[in-house]
């Protein structure tokens, strides 16, 4: 199958086994041959097999647009200027990697231009192929074009666009490597360039599965694989795997358990479970190992004193990169300790996604019908639990907190100081305190737009620099499920809302999905170090979307509605052996599966999932 899987070639198509095609574009002396981030005007609809996918790129000061999809074993493609006033422009239609010439261009010269009032299709075929009409190979483009818009994840009113965005980030960071699984979703295809063709991140690539897995589940599948396939001789997932080497000093946050526990619930394939499940073992034992300096039973990030990588390894830098919160405030003031290879600080945030990661191996070993494993981890989840209760909820101020090794409690609170929510550690009277004092107060982090890296009565705030101040999509997310778990319907619906607002006015501005977002104005491409396309900025979409549908992994039911009484839809979302198409307003909620109504409610309900 033909598919934008080059990370170098936005302007072009190739297949797995070898052949590609890419676009080059002349005027006079200017050319240009690989179309990167900085050519993109905007990203369109692209089916992640590779059926149909639309692109239009800035090239030599005209908006081209180009449109592909398979046919058998070719590609027809179909490119046009998007503006009447636009001059012509010189396309040359390059062919590599093509052993033996198997492949043929038809119904064009391999050298044309492309003019402001006509449209150019054409294939690249095999030599046997027979040719068809200019007419027909249109009439195939958008048939398949037509077919796959019908059946994509969408969604509609409140959601109109954001769904479909969170896909075509995906899609069009998904790229083709050349070691198993080959098929994967980097954070961003310009950032594998510089690392040999391909780099995927820990805990990035787990939230792409999530995402993906609303409408692909093999692409979601691929995604787990992936990551998981980097693991390192000593068991634990690495910051980063890439062509030219993998983080062997550090790992990164371990959400990898809940998101695969999160996928198998919505998908029901036991298979998953079966091939990560030894993998998600190693790793999550790995951090008793190596990451409780002080023997507290409590957790540091860290970095060990290995390393060939191209940043830093065994100093306080590299273990703010395992964190993933690269220059937090929370670790300016903290030491790192070389003989224990870890920061001298117990964090919240690590301790409470180890007790989720505890919590979700249980509900995983029970699936697979491992007792023991569910007891142990069990007992494991319950005796952390009762350690961050002693030892980083402060009753003084209402929130928990990391905690220096002489402990002293860190003042600096960011919604890491929230993840004990998302596993079940506070009591609810607790829980009440951390939203009335904290999440909802205006001076630390509620607002117009939520929620900031780090609390806005936080000195280094204004710093607006990557973690220091901006919105990141991940911290929404984690925040958002701590919400849901604990029944604060009407907070993580408000928080869903600025999420998706938050989203989607820099989408229909700009057409990004940004890594970071500025958390006063709301602007994503206001610093030059947030992506425009980063995969899991389509996180602040997802979270809108579990309004309308989410399985809850600590009920085991699925939830239907809403967004406040806001209208609504959801239309092809995968789960469950099925198409959901879902439609919320202020007079209720409908559920369609696979084409029939099964839920009509005056609001949002609650169904077990064995009952469907």
């Avoid at 009409?133 to 249109?138: C, G, H, M």
């Avoid at 630390?444 to 705030?461: H, L, N, Y």
Wanted: net charge negative.
């Amino acid at each position: 199958m033909w598919n934008t899987y080059n990370c170098r070639y936005l302007n072009g198509f190739s297949r797995p086994d070898g052949p590609e095609i890419i676009f080059v574009f002349e005027d006079g002396m200017d050319r240009v041959e690989e179309c990167r981030w900085k050519n993109l005007y905007r990203i369109g609809p692209h089916a992640l097999d590779g059926n149909y996918s639309q692109i239009t790129l800035n090239v030599l000061g005209r908006k081209v647009q180009i449109e592909g999809s398979n046919y058998n074993d070719a590609l027809i493609c179909r490119l046009k200027l998007c503006e009447k006033e636009s001059r012509a422009i010189k396309v040359i239609v390059r062919k590599l990697n093509d052993p033996g010439e198997k492949f043929q261009i038809r119904g064009i010269s391999s050298t044309f231009k492309l003019e402001p009032t006509c449209k150019v299709t054409f294939a690249c075929a095999p030599r046997q192929w027979p040719s068809y009409s200019p007419t027909a190979l249109e009439e195939i483009i958008e048939k398949k074009k037509n077919l796959y818009l019908k059946n994509r994840l969408s969604g509609d009113e409140f959601l109109s666009g954001c769904v479909e965005a969170m896909i075509e980030a995906i899609a069009w960071n998904t790229i083709y490597k050349s070691n198993w699984p080959h098929i994967c979703s980097p954070v961003s295809r310009e950032w594998c360039i510089s690392w040999g063709g391909y780099v995927l991140f820990d805990w990035d690539t787990f939230f792409t599965a999530l995402m993906v897995a609303a409408e692909d589940k093999e692409l979601a599948y691929s995604n787990i694989r992936a990551i998981l396939s980097e693991v390192t001789e000593r068991g634990f997932v690495p910051n980063f795997g890439s062509a030219l080497a993998k983080s062997e000093d550090r790992s990164q946050p371990p959400v990898g358990s809940y998101c695969v526990l999160k996928i198998y619930l919505q998908h029901r394939d036991i298979g998953l479970l079966e091939e990560s499940y030894p993998v998600l073992k190693r790793w999550h034992e790995w951090w008793f190992k190596c990451r409780d300096g002080n023997q507290n039973g409590l957790l540091e990030w860290g970095s060990d004193a290995k390393g060939v990588e191209r940043w830093q390894y065994h100093n306080l830098q590299a273990a703010k990169f395992e964190s993933g919160l690269d220059n937090s405030p929370m670790y300016d003031n903290v030491s790192f300790n070389e003989r224990t290879n870890t920061m001298e600080l117990d964090d919240v945030g690590l301790n409470s996604l180890y007790a989720l990661d505890a919590w979700a191996l249980s509900k995983i070993a029970a699936e697979l019908g491992q007792y023991g494993d569910e007891l142990k981890y069990l007992n494991e989840y319950f005796d952390m639990k009762r350690r961050i209760n002693e030892l980083l909820w402060n009753e003084k101020t209402g929130i928990y907190q990391n905690r220096f090794w002489d402990g002293r409690f860190s003042e600096r609170l960011s919604p890491t100081c929230f993840y004990p929510l998302i596993a079940g550690i506070p009591s609810i009277g607790m829980a009440r305190r951390m939203l009335n004092e904290h999440l909802l107060n205006e001076s630390e982090f509620w607002g117009k737009f939520v929620i900031p890296s780090i609390s806005k009565k936080d000195p280094a705030f204004a710093d607006n620099n990557y973690w220091r101040g901006r919105i990141w999509a991940p911290m929404n997310f984690l925040v958002y499920e701590g919400l849901k778990r604990y029944g604060f319907e009407s907070v993580a619906q408000e928080f869903a809302i600025k999420s998706v607002e938050l989203f989607g006015r820099e989408w229909e501005e700009e057409g990004h999905v940004h890594e970071n977002y500025n958390a006063i104005t709301g602007e994503g491409d206001d610093v030059r170090n947030s992506d425009p396309l980063y995969t899991w900025g389509g996180l602040l979409s997802y979270i809108g979307m579990q309004e309308l549908v989410m399985i809850e992994p600590w009920s085991g039911c699925i939830r239907f509605g809403s967004l406040c009484n806001r209208r609504a839809s959801l239309r092809n979302y995968r789960a469950l052996g099925a198409k959901w198409d879902i439609e919320s307003s202020d007079k209720g909620t409908i559920v369609i599966k696979d084409g029939v109504e099964i839920v009509r409610s005056t609001g949002a309900v609650t169904v077990n999932v064995e009952a469907l």
